[in-house]
């Protein structure tokens, strides 16, 4: 089964930022060893993010995040785990899960959910 995982750091938290930093190749380097990592980034930076929204059939565009929250996704990875549990187990080492949270999502193919 396939999960993403979504992971939230406060941008006004520098501690949470420096845990963020120094601390997510390794989780990069366990998911991959493991064989569980299917893909991951880091988002740039919000101040780069374009929103798009359609209001009366034209585009709107908005700059910067989304969210007007401190909290921020910062990255994501893509695991193929063996059920939920798994990716709990694995979320659960990511160390934003010390400042923030780690979010995860199932995902579906085309011709609906793996479970």
């Known amino acids: 089964m396939k999960f993403l995982l979504n992971v939230?750091?406060?941008a006004a938290d520098s501690q949470a930022a420096r845990a963020h930093s120094t601390q997510a190749a390794d989780f990069a380097d366990t998911v991959r060893r493991s064989g569980e990592l299917v893909d991951g980034h880091v988002f740039a930076d919000p101040s780069t993010y374009t929103v798009v929204r359609v209001?009366?059939?034209?585009?709107l565009l908005t700059?910067?995040?989304?969210?007007?929250?401190?909290?921020?996704?910062?990255?994501?990875?893509?695991?193929?785990?063996?059920?939920l549990a798994r990716a709990v187990e694995l979320a659960a080492r990511?160390?934003?899960t010390q400042f923030d949270?780690?979010?995860i999502r199932p995902l579906m193919t085309p011709a609906g959910w793996e479970m």
């Open 8 to 10: 939230y750091v406060d």
């Open 55 to 59: 209001r009366n059939g034209e585009p």
């Open 63 to 83: 700059e910067g995040p989304y969210l007007e929250t401190g909290a921020r996704a910062s990255s994501y990875y893509v695991l193929d785990c063996e059920d």
């Open 94 to 96: 990511y160390p934003a």
């Open 101 to 103: 949270a780690v979010e």
